[in-house]
């Protein structure tokens, strides 16, 4: 990253809105007010059901391909496995971006390791997929150790992560990505920066707002609004600088923790033992059968049923290794059936899948005694992976 890169007087632009909107007219500002007020109804109403009808093209297409043979076939499949994947993470932008749902507990929280999570989570796109197309990029990073503030981390690695995608967007031949992290005083930064084309001084005043987007039918125009949220949520400000052709730097800005980090627990190694005897709940048939199928696939033992109050009669009617069930049900939901296994059999793990997984808060689990929660669409090593770290129980 060449230090003139950002010295040919760039276009900034920095948030909080009051300063985002002030070049605004009180017109813009209603059609934004609007486009907010759409996007919640929109994620409200639809969010559920997408995420279950992609849930089952992804379990269906991981299906076919475990059992093809066929490389054309194998290469085909995992297109379409991609595509649900994106389509669950533009679901997931719609979610974050309009809060539906609560919030969990801010936390002392190690800038540092909200980069190596983004890093992370998105090295499919600027590793895997890049150098499968001989596109090559450069992670250069100098950060700071006592970067710590107080946020939900999952939500600022999704921003980070957005900001990771814009990168790769506006250097579609590959370069260099830096990141750096800093502390001054009571503030933190988080800078993601790159060697792209550039914002135009035009296109700065709409970087942030939903659903605006440069890159024609490739972009949802959610991935800036998802940044800005996040931050505004956490109560800091994001400010863009930008010199067309020569790249664009995105600093977070939040206020620095007083609290040290929390030690980690360390990860419980389970050993693989075997099959298990599995109660598998969803009134989707398509989900339910796709997963009773790779499920029954590695050998587990499965039981499904299409409705809450079967399954609390197949509770009673028998013993299980690991109980799964979907959560938005008509009449006996998942919650219903979750409590209910305390009664019947209390020790008995229970793993809830749902396509309202950004709204389902750690107390919610923990109140109904679940164990795991899957947010849909998941791989199905997924939920192979959440059975098996179960122990294998004994009857009796």
């Known amino acids: 990253m060449t230090s003139s890169s950002m010295q040919e007087q760039p276009t900034v632009l920095s948030t909080p809105s009051a300063q985002l909107t ?37 379990g269906r297409a991981q ?126 930064t988080l800078t993601v920066a790159d060697e792209g084309i550039g914002i135009s001084q035009e296109q700065m005043s709409h970087v942030f707002s939903p659903f605006y987007t440069t890159k024609g039918t490739k972009g949802t125009g959610l991935g800036l609004a998802v940044v800005y949220g996040v931050v505004t949520r956490h109560g800091g400000d994001v400010n863009v600088e930008s010199v067309p052709g020569r790249g664009s730097r995105f600093t977070i800005r939040l206020a620095r923790s007083q609290r040290p980090v929390s030690a980690a627990n360390p990860p419980i190694s389970v050993k693989e033992d075997g099959s298990r005897r599995v109660l598998l709940v969803d009134d989707d ?30 509770m009673e009617e028998a013993y299980y290794d690991v109980l799964i069930t979907d959560l938005g049900m008509p009449g006996v939901s998942g919650w219903d059936v979750a409590k209910r296994a305390r009664q019947i059999d209390p020790p008995l793990p229970v793993v809830v899948i749902s396509g309202w997984g950004a709204q389902i808060t750690n107390e919610q689990l923990k109140a109904s005694g679940v164990e795991k929660l899957l947010a849909k669409p998941f791989r199905l090593e997924q939920i192979r992976q959440a059975i098996t770290s179960m122990p294998r129980r004994r009857a009796g």
């Open 22 to 58: 002030a070049d605004s007219s009180g017109a813009e500002d209603m059609v934004r007010a609007e486009k907010l007020r759409i996007l919640g109804e929109m994620a409200s109403g639809i969010i559920h059901d997408v995420n279950n009808m992609l849930g089952a093209i992804l």
């Open 285 to 314: 048939a398509t989900i339910l059968d796709v997963i009773g199928e790779a499920l029954r696939e590695v050998g587990h033992d499965v039981r499904t049923c299409d409705s809450g109050a079967a399954a609390i009669v197949a």
């Open 63 to 188: 299906l076919i391909r475990l059992k093809s043979d066929v490389d054309e076939i194998k290469r085909h499949v995992e297109q379409i496995e991609m595509i649900a994947l994106q389509g669950g993470e533009t679901v997931k932008r719609l979610q974050e971006f309009s809060r539906v749902g609560q919030r969990a507990e801010a936390q002392p929280t190690e800038l540092n390791l909200v980069v190596a999570d983004a890093l992370e989570v998105t090295r499919h796109r600027w590793e895997t997929q890049a150098q499968g197309k001989g596109i090559f990029y450069t992670v250069e990073t100098k950060l700071c150790e006592d970067a710590i503030v107080n946020a939900v981390r999952s939500e600022l690695v999704d921003a980070v992560a957005n900001l990771i995608f814009n990168a790769l967007d506006a250097m579609p031949s590959g370069g260099p990505l830096l990141f750096e992290t800093q502390c001054l005083g009571d503030r933190c």
